[in-house]
């Protein structure tokens, strides 16, 4: 009942917030990315509020539990991923005035068919990304509540598009760095508390290597047990962090700075944001394989971060902290799923359909309708790995489209497009085929659940190659791409 | 933020595009090249070799740490406070270093804004202009 309380809190919180935003939301631009006044520290929690998903919250916790420390990387690389955007696409992305990916790829390469194609990519990575958000609503909804898990998911993609269809970015920039805070705070503290009184005894077992399952101490990422540690480990980390470099609500975000400069420093003050919150996942996942071992064999680790608070106090004071978590993971998939559903309604409007507000809004509860159709199956797939999917197909995409478009001029249409082509298919149809079935190669395994490892060069070279041999750069493109980068 | 008054802004391609419609006319694209193509060549050269020099270096750290985990199994049978070396290879070898990386090329790249500004553009800021100015 807390936890219910605790909540619905939340949600009346971020719809009045969000309300309080709607009143300056009348034009595309401000619906997009908000206005351009969005000071630096506002706007590098709201980055980090959006980017620390249900999978950071949820999924970094559960996936620990079942497959060990190696869970670890899936963190480092989604903050890692902010150096290579600092360092790559946020200062140029801001100057070239573009809103989102189709939007410079249209500026870049001079043609409307790209931009259509970039659409198409944009909703791929937004449908796989939103699912597993919905799926922890409707999981954190049922552990709470006991509601059937559809009635989460239903009621999570009903608050969610509501509160954007009214404000828009504008307002979800202050309900995203409002979220920051919750998610923080309500992960900290149950976290602490966990700490302090879960006893030495419990404390030292936590941090004591185990060798049943094997491996699991390993800081490495065996995935399936396949026997390619540092393979998979690396394919994460390429998929996390050039993932991050190629998410579309990640690109968007930057525009809410005042200047290149500012977005820039906006992306290093999210590194420290996502180092501190990362230390939390990892007290839940050490003390769940000592305290709840058992939600390994239910299939229900996603929900051990819920869960441990209660075990170790049982009573009122279990129940209040368990109502925080699951407080905190509704901020978390509430202010991700903003973000993200916004981005896929801008694919669909404004790069697919062509634009305007009211489509815009109509866009967004087309999107969310898709994505809770698609969420109601998947209660059984792991939040991060799902999320792992969605970096690995923005890595594979939009993360050579973006850095080749801003630092080669010699990028030709031809190029992009068969990049895009080949990247979006083989990293798409690695993760259906990882799904589909298992496979006796444990290479083969490997390689299709996490696909980056292969995805990411191929997508790279069939753009330099392609660009070398057929078509010739769009008129201008060395002026524009200088221009990314005159001060 | 207080006292700032608002300025609503929009990218000239976005409108652009919305004032080409469905019809799909191509026009060339609105934005003008740099206004002194050598110094935007410079900066533009120097800003790539930061680049680079960053992208290796978070190569270096991530698959640095990953590849010497996995090359000394040894590190998981040393603990330090009960803690397997590893995973302190894990935690602190990774953020820190991330966030120092993250830092030292923000100051390069602004440096080098810095000292290859060209007199006539003051500000950092993109192209963003008051929206009535983009009518036709």
């Known amino acids: 009942m807390t936890g219910l309380l605790a909540i619905g809190f939340l949600i009346a919180a971020s719809l009045a917030i969000g309300v309080y935003g709607v009143r300056a939301a009348r034009t595309t631009p401000d619906f997009l990315v908000a206005s351009r006044r969005v000071g630096g520290g506002w706007n590098a929690m709201a980055i980090a509020g959006e980017y620390v998903s249900a999978a950071s919250v949820l999924g970094l916790a559960g996936l620990l539990l079942k497959d060990g420390i190696g869970t670890m990387w899936y963190a480092v690389g989604f903050t ?10 946020a200062g140029p992305m801001r100057r070239s005035g573009a809103f989102t990916v189709p939007d410079f790829a249209e500026y870049r390469l001079a043609s409307t068919g790209v931009r259509r194609l970039c659409g198409l990519v944009v909703l791929v990575i937004m449908w796989l990304y939103l699912v597993p958000q919905f799926k922890g609503a409707g999981v954190v909804l049922q552990l709470v509540s006991g509601t059937p898990y559809w009635v989460g998911v239903v009621l999570a993609g009903l608050v969610v598009s509501g509160s954007i269809a009214m404000g828009g970015m504008r307002s979800a920039t202050y309900v995203q760095a409002f979220h920051y805070l919750v998610k923080l705070a309500f992960i900290a503290v149950p976290a602490v508390f966990l700490v302090v009184r879960a006893g030495a005894e419990t404390r030292a077992r936590a941090l004591e290597p185990v060798t049943v399952p094997d491996g699991w101490s390993r800081p490495l990422l065996d995935i399936g047990d396949a026997g390619y540690p540092l393979l998979s480990t690396w394919s994460v980390l390429l998929a996390t962090t050039l993932g991050a470099v190629g998410l579309p609500h990640v690109v968007m975000r930057f525009h809410t700075s005042a200047s290149a400069r500012a977005a820039r420093r906006v992306a290093v003050m999210v590194i420290a944001l996502l180092g501190v919150f990362y230390l939390f996942p990892v007290v839940y996942g050490l003390f769940g394989r000592v305290l709840t071992p058992h939600l390994v064999h239910q299939g229900a680790t996603d929900t051990v971060a819920v869960v441990l608070p209660g075990e170790v106090a049982p009573g009122t004071l279990g129940g209040l902290l368990t109502a925080l978590v699951a407080a905190g993971a509704f901020a978390a998939f509430l202010s991700t799923s903003s973000g993200l559903l916004l981005a896929l309604a801008g694919g669909l409007s404004h790069d697919l359909f062509g634009s305007g507000l009211s489509r815009l809004r109509l ?4 999107g969310a309708f898709v994505a809770v159709l698609l969420s109601l199956p998947a209660a059984h797939v792991d939040i991060n ?12 995409t939009f993360c050579p489209l973006l850095v080749l478009g801003i630092w080669w001029p010699r990028l030709t249409l031809p190029g992009a497009v068969c990049g895009l082509v080949v990247g979006g298919v083989s990293a798409t149809g690695a993760a259906l085929a990882s799904v589909a079935g298992t496979y006796a190669s444990g290479l083969l395994t490997v390689l299709l659940a996490q696909p980056a490892a292969w995805t990411v060069p191929l997508a790279f070279a069939t753009m330099v190659g392609v660009s070398l041999r057929w078509g010739s750069p769009p008129e201008g493109a060395t002026r524009a791409v200088l221009r990314l980068h005159a001060p | 933020m207080t006292g700032t008054r608002r300025v609503r802004v929009s990218s000239p391609q976005t409108r652009i595009a919305l004032a080409r419609g469905v019809r799909g006319v191509r026009r060339p694209l609105p934005l003008p090249g740099p206004a002194d193509p050598a110094l935007a060549r410079r900066v533009f050269v120097a800003q790539r070799r930061a680049a680079v020099r960053t992208v290796a270096l978070l190569a270096l750290v991530l ?55 060209p007199p006539s553009a003051p500000t950092g800021d993109g192209p963003g202009r008051p929206a009535r100015d983009g009518r036709r």
């Open chain 1, 385 to 396: 790995v799902m999320v792992g999917w969605a970096f690995a197909v923005a890595a594979s």
């Open chain 1, 80 to 89: 890692a991923g902010y150096v290579a955007v600092a360092a790559l696409v």
């Open chain 1, 363 to 366: 866009a967004v509860a087309a």
């Open chain 2, 63 to 117: 698959f640095g740490t990953s590849g010497l985990i996995a090359a000394l199994p040894v590190l998981d049978r040393l603990t330090v406070g009960g803690v397997p070396l590893s995973w302190l290879v894990l935690a602190t070898a990774t953020y820190p270093l991330l966030l120092l990386i993250a830092a030292w090329h923000v100051r390069a790249a602004e440096r080098t804004e810095d000292r290859l500004r």
